[in-house]
C-alpha cells in the first residue's frame, strides 16, 4: 500500500508538470495563428509537444487543448484593446533558461514569470504567465521555497525545521531519510505515531509562521511592500510586460478563462498605495492587508508527509468577502 501511495503522488506531480507544458506550447502554436514557423526553436518544441502528449491520457490533453484555446482568445482580445497592435508575428515558449532574455535582447526583471512571449507587428513584446486548472477557483500567487524566502528577508527559517524535527524524529525513534519517514508514517497511518507526528508538524509550522510574522513586523513598510510585490506577486518590475492567464474547465463542463493585468489589478493597486498590514491566521498562515482590504495569505505547509517531506510556503488568494 505504502508503494502504491507514492506511486500516485509521483504520477499526481508528474501528470500537473506534463499538463502545464500542454498547455503551454498548444497556447504558443494557437496564438501564432496555428502556424509552427512562428515559434522559436518550433522543432524542438514540436518535439516537447510530440514527448508530453505520449505520456498523458487523451482527456488530459483535450482538457488542455481546451482551456489553452480559451486562453488565447482572451490574450488576444485583451491585447487588442491595450496597445498592441496588428498580428502576433513570433511566438516564443520560454520554458528554457536564458530563452526570454535573447528573445527580448536584454536583462530580464527578476522573478518574470513569462511562460509564452508574444512579439506583434509593432514588434511590441506581451508575456503570458499560463495557468490551468479544472477548478472554478482562484488560483494562487506563487509557491516559494521557505529557503529562497528567508534568504530575501535575512532570516533563519531552516534551523527550526531541523532543530525541531531532529528532537521529533529521535523522540519517535523515526527513520533518519525523509523519503523512509515519509513511507514509515504512511504505513502506520492510524497510530499514535502517526498522529504524534501530525502534531509536532502543526506545531513546526506555527514556530516558523511566528518568526516570520515577528521579522514582517519590524521591517519598514516600504520594505514589506517591495517584498510582497517582487517575490510573491511577480510584479515588482515588469519588461517584458507580462498579463497572467488561466485557462478553466473540462470536456464535460466547458472552457473559460481570466485574465489578471498586474499592473490594474485591483490588489496590486491597495499593495502600491495603501497601508499594510500583517495578521496571524489559523494556525500557520499570516494574512496581509492593504487599506484594510484582503490581499494574500502567506501559507507555511508540507508538500506531503508532515516530518516526512519538505516545508514549503505558497501564497494563496484572500479576497474580501461580497
Do not use: C
Not at 90 to 119: E, F, K, M, Y
Not at 123 to 140: C, N, R, Y
Not at 252 to 266: G, M, R, Y
Request: hydrophobic share 35%; aromatic share 8%.
Amino acid at each position: 500500500m505504502k508503494k502504491i501511495i507514492e506511486t500516485m503522488h509521483r504520477l499526481t506531480e508528474t501528470s500537473n508538470t506534463l499538463g502545464a507544458d500542454i498547455n503551454e506550447i498548444v497556447f504558443a502554436y494557437l496564438a501564432a495563428g496555428n502556424d509552427w514557423g512562428k515559434i522559436h526553436n518550433s522543432e524542438e518544441v514540436q518535439q516537447a509537444l510530440d514527448a508530453r502528449k505520449a505520456q498523458v491520457s487523451p482527456e488530459v490533453y483535450d482538457n488542455q487543448v481546451g482551456r489553452a484555446r480559451a486562453m488565447v482568445q482572451e490574450t488576444l482580445e485583451w491585447a487588442a484593446a491595450n496597445g498592441w497592435e496588428g498580428e502576433v508575428t513570433q511566438v516564443w515558449w520560454t520554458a528554457r533558461p536564458g530563452v526570454l532574455a535573447q528573445a527580448v535582447g536584454r536583462t530580464i526583471s527578476r522573478g518574470n514569470p513569462t511562460d509564452v512571449l508574444l512579439q506583434f507587428n509593432d514588434d511590441e513584446f506581451l508575456g503570458v504567465s499560463a495557468k490551468s486548472t479544472k477548478s472554478s477557483g482562484d488560483i494562487g500567487f506563487k509557491n516559494p521555497g521557505v529557503g529562497s524566502i528567508a534568504t530575501a528577508l535575512g532570516i533563519d527559517l531552516d534551523s527550526i525545521i531541523q532543530e525541531e524535527s531532529a528532537t521529533a524524529i529521535k523522540n519517535l525513534d523515526l527513520p533518519s531519510t525523509a523519503r523512509a519517514r515519509k513511507l514509515y508514517l504512511q504505513a502506520h497511518g492510524n497510530d499514535m505515531t502517526r498522529a504524534e507526528a501530525e502534531k509536532i508538524g502543526r506545531r513546526i509550522l506555527g514556530l516558523l509562521r511566528h518568526r516570520l510574522h515577528q521579522h514582517l513586523t519590524q521591517m519598514q513598510e516600504e520594505d514589506i511592500r517591495t517584498h510582497l510585490l517582487q517575490y510573491w506577486m511577480d510584479a515588482g518590475e515588469n519588461y517584458p510586460y507580462y498579463i497572467k492567464v488561466t485557462g478553466r474547465g473540462t470536456t464535460n463542463t466547458s472552457f473559460s478563462a481570466t485574465l489578471v493585468d498586474p499592473i490594474q489589478d485591483e490588489q496590486y493597486k491597495a499593495l502600491m498605495s495603501d497601508e499594510i498590514t500583517v495578521d496571524p491566521i489559523g494556525t500557520d498562515s499570516i494574512g496581509v492587508y492593504a487599506g484594510g482590504k484582503r490581499i494574500m495569505k502567506m501559507r507555511f505547509k508540507y508538500e506531503s508527509q508532515k516530518l516526512g517531506s519538505s516545508v514549503k510556503m505558497s501564497g494563496d488568494s484572500w479576497k474580501d468577502r461580497k
